[in-house]
């Protein structure tokens, strides 16, 4: 499938590894403009080199290192793909996941940092984002998780503020409506740099024997037998970036393997 996004302008926040990354690894080889996003300008400068490596012929990807959490960092990271590319047509969220911890051992803190990196990031970019992408009629995919419809065991950060993010992008979706739309992407395990350290942990700690035995057990529980791969979920940001999901919008899509029993 052709997805028609050569020439078009993206923003990637959070695209330094891990899923942001294989969106943007993803908008790039079907021919977007892409700006990668992160706060380490080295192993950003190293995800830029990556994902130039699959871009489609005629597509820039750069790199622009902006604290997202920083309000006025990310009106400047907003304004990096309209000053190299003339506009901004898709603009894409992710953010890092808070740390893991049951209700009782979170702090006040901790609760106001996670709001300010996975809601607060959100609503500036979009914010800074809107009236380039109302000029051409533009998309927002937000990164969020599959805890927003099912809750795991001690990640209540991640539980309970996730929602917050999709909340806003239903919002969105009328609000910005017909000339923006907006989805979310709602990713179970993903064999991302994250997950493989969590699995280190786990081998550390004696719970797996080895990494591929903790890879082994985390994917017992899907149904298609195994953890995803970062570009399955890249492409369908892509696919939810372009025209040929034109009739798509507010919606959460679990990618997940078939993990979640939620119907709804």
């Not at 190293?46 to 490596?53: H, N």
């Not at 970019?125 to 000029?135: C, F, I, T």
Request: cysteine-free; aromatic content about 4%; proline content about 5%.
């Amino acid at each position: 499938m052709q997805l028609e996004l050569a020439g078009d302008s993206t923003l990637v926040t959070a695209s330094s590894s891990g899923l942001g990354k294989a969106s943007a690894r993803a908008l790039a080889a079907e021919g977007s403009n892409v700006v990668l996003n992160g706060r380490d300008e080295e192993r950003l400068a190293a995800a830029v080199e990556d994902v130039r490596t699959d871009a489609a012929d005629g597509a820039t990807v750069i790199g622009h290192a902006a604290d997202i959490t920083d309000p006025d960092a990310v009106e400047d990271l907003v304004e990096r793909p309209v000053e190299e590319f003339g506009g901004l047509d898709h603009l894409v969220t992710s953010a890092g996941g808070p740390p893991t911890k049951p209700f009782l051992e979170t702090t006040d803190e901790e609760w106001y940092e996670a709001f300010d990196l996975l809601v607060m990031s959100v609503v500036r970019a979009v914010r800074a984002a809107e009236p380039h992408l109302r000029a051409g009629g533009g998309t927002i995919v937000t990164i969020a998780s599959i805890t927003v419809k099912e809750p795991k065991d001690a990640l209540v950060l991640s539980n309970a503020v996730r929602s917050g993010v999709v909340g806003l992008e239903k919002v969105l979706s009328t609000e910005l409506a017909p000339e923006v739309r907006a989805n979310a992407v709602l990713p179970g395990a993903h064999e991302t740099p994250r997950v493989e350290e969590v699995v280190e942990q786990g081998v550390e700690r004696g719970e797996y024997d080895a990494y591929r035995t903790g890879v082994e057990a985390w994917a017992d529980r899907i149904p298609v037998g195994r953890l995803g791969d970062p570009m399955e979920l890249g492409r369908t940001v892509a696919f939810l970036s372009s025209p040929q999901s034109a009739f798509l919008s507010g919606v959460a899509l679990p990618i997940d393997g078939g993990e979640s029993a939620s119907t709804l």
